[in-house]
T-cell receptor
Framework: QKEVEQDPGPLSVPEGAIVSLNCTYSNSAFQYFMWYRQYSRKGPELLMY????GNKEDGRFTAQVDKSSKYISLFIRDSQPSDSATYLCAMSAGANSKLTFGKGITLSVRP | DAGVTQSPTHLIKTRGQQVTLRCSPKSGHDTVSWYQQALGQGPQFIFQYYEEEERQRGNFPDRFSGHQFPNYSSELNVNALLLGDSALYLCASSFPSGGLETQYFGPGTRLLVL
């Protein structure tokens, strides 16, 4: 079993839709949870960073962490064509420790 | 601020050869981590350098080695290249007190092994 499992894709939605991206993990040591966005031929870009269980909102993005269920989600409201990218969840056991990534899901937002 | 820069952008090698990839961290950052991202996969941690020492290492063979220089730039060396080493190699920099939230990734070096 992989430490981090991410819902498989690809995912295609119409502009304006609400998108839900999900990851599960098996390692209880993970304390830091991140979502990255990666455009084609670019490096990953940090979107959301959370430490505790609960919700964190930043504009159209909401990150949700449920440590008891070992489940994290990223919600994108009012999705835009510019949101079309690969989304990666990542986790770490320490503030300066290595990141363990999910496989990534490719999102396409149709105009 | 140029952010994290990596060179070269693309590279083609043949099996058995050796390759060196380079990374310059974002200004003010002193910690460098390297990741390997195979096509269609998430990045996998190779190792991390801080104060010119390897601080953490992932599950990669000894063919993968690295170095950090006094100016915090870093090199990743891969010996005896295999076809399976074909991937995007990402460098990320951060500063220790800032933690993962301060970590920035470079654009990567795309390596193709024939």
């Amino acid at each position: 079993q992989k430490e981090v499992e991410q819902d498989p894709g690809p995912l295609s939605v119409p502009e304006g839709a609400i998108v839900s991206l999900n990851c599960t993990y098996s390692n209880s040591a993970f304390q830091y949870f991140m979502w990255y966005r990666q455009y084609s031929r670019k490096g990953p870009e940090l979107l959301m960073y959370t430490y505790s269980s609960g919700n964190k909102e930043d504009g159209r993005f909401t990150a949700q962490v449920d440590k008891s269920s070992k489940y994290i989600s990223l919600f994108i409201r009012d999705s835009q064509p510019s949101d079309s990218a690969t989304y990666l969840c990542a986790m770490s056991a320490g503030a300066n420790s290595k990141l363990t990534f999910g496989k990534g899901i490719t999102l396409s937002v149709r105009p | 601020d140029a952010g994290v820069t990596q060179s070269p952008t693309h590279l083609i090698k043949t099996r058995g050869q050796q390759v060196t990839l380079r990374c310059s961290p974002k200004s003010g950052h002193d910690t460098v981590s390297w990741y390997q991202q195979a096509l269609g996969q998430g990045p996998q941690f190779i190792f991390q350098y801080y104060e010119e020492e390897e601080r953490q290492r992932g599950n990669f063979p000894d063919r993968f080695s690295g170095h950090q220089f006094p100016n915090y730039s870093s090199e990743l060396n891969v010996n005896a290249l295999l076809l399976g080493d074909s991937a995007l190699y990402l460098c990320a920099s951060s500063f220790p007190s800032g933690g993962l939230e301060t970590q920035y990734f470079g654009p990567g070096t795309r390596l193709l092994v024939l």
